[in-house]
């Protein structure tokens, strides 16, 4: 049975006929019902707005509803990058989304919230979203996400566990890509934690600048080093921390 609704959206009116299917409309919108018009929702059927305004007639055993459809999370995973931990989830549909809250804990009963990533309100096509997490906890650690709609409410997904190595030694990694241009990555290893520094040389041996002077935590780490502003040629980092000290040789290419 079909069911022809008029359908305001910020004042423009539009006409709708459909079957068996839902209307799931959010944001400034209203549907109305004229007077002498008539609705009849089939009972598989719903039709979902911020506002109603009925002056004709709604019948049959379907739903008229007022809240939100929720955010249809469809995944939510963890891979661990040496000391980064890359968070990805998809939904299928989006009501109301305001956005996600990204949450770690240790031992799954205290949480931290460490980021939040803006939803896109409203969407009925799959959409993908990521995070990293570059300083996370070392051994195993869990994370979730709070969903958040417009309004204030919110849900919690699943919980997903992952584990970051523990490493017993100092390690200063090859850049990559090298040569590069003008950016690449250096990744580095401490057995402990305490004072780092690392600097880039040029083959004079002049310092020409200094990318880490602070405390860090034992385990991997990452850190992009970005030459916009200097000329091609051989370049030297230096990593240092307690009594190890490391140097290793990159190429910029211009």
Same mark, same amino acid.
């Given at each position: ?127 993908? @979203? /990521?995070?990293?997490? +570059? ?5 195993? *650690? %869990? !994370?979730? =996400?709070? &969903? ?7 849900? @919690? /997904?699943?919980?997903? +566990? ?5 490493? *017993? %030694? !100092?390690? =200063?990694? &090859? ?80």
């Amino acid at each position: 049975m079909k069911m022809i609704v008029k359908l305001f959206w910020n004042l423009i009116l539009l006409n709708i006929i459909f079957l068996n299917s839902w209307i799931n409309i959010k944001g400034q919108s209203i549907i109305t019902v004229s007077t002498g018009a008539t609705i009849e929702i089939e009972a598989v059927a719903s039709i979902c707005a911020d506002e109603f305004v009925i002056d004709g007639l709604l019948i049959g055993e379907g739903n008229k509803c007022e809240e939100p459809l929720p955010v249809e999370l469809t995944s939510f995973s963890a891979e661990v990058w040496g000391n980064l931990v890359n968070l990805k989830w998809e939904t299928a549909t989006e009501i109301n989304n305001f956005g996600f809250e990204i949450e770690r804990s240790k031992d799954g009963c205290k949480w931290e919230k460490i980021s939040f990533i803006e939803g896109l309100g409203n969407s009925n096509s799959p959409k993908q @979203y /990521s995070y990293k997490d +570059e300083r996370p906890i070392t051994g195993k *650690s %869990k !994370y979730r =996400l709070k &969903q958040i709609d417009f309004d204030g409410k919110h849900e @919690y /997904s699943d919980e997903i +566990e992952v584990e970051v190595e523990i490493l *017993s %030694k !100092y390690e =200063l990694s &090859q850049n990559f890509p090298n040569p590069f241009n003008p950016s690449t990555t250096i990744k580095f290893s401490l057995a402990e934690s305490g004072m780092v520094e690392m600097e880039v040389y040029n083959t004079l041996g002049e310092r020409v600048t200094r990318l880490i002077n602070q405390e860090m935590d034992k385990g991997n780490h990452t850190i992009e080093f970005n030459a916009g502003n200097l000329p091609s040629g051989i370049y030297f980092y230096k990593l240092v921390s307690g009594n190890f000290s490391q140097v290793k040789r990159m190429v910029l290419i211009k």
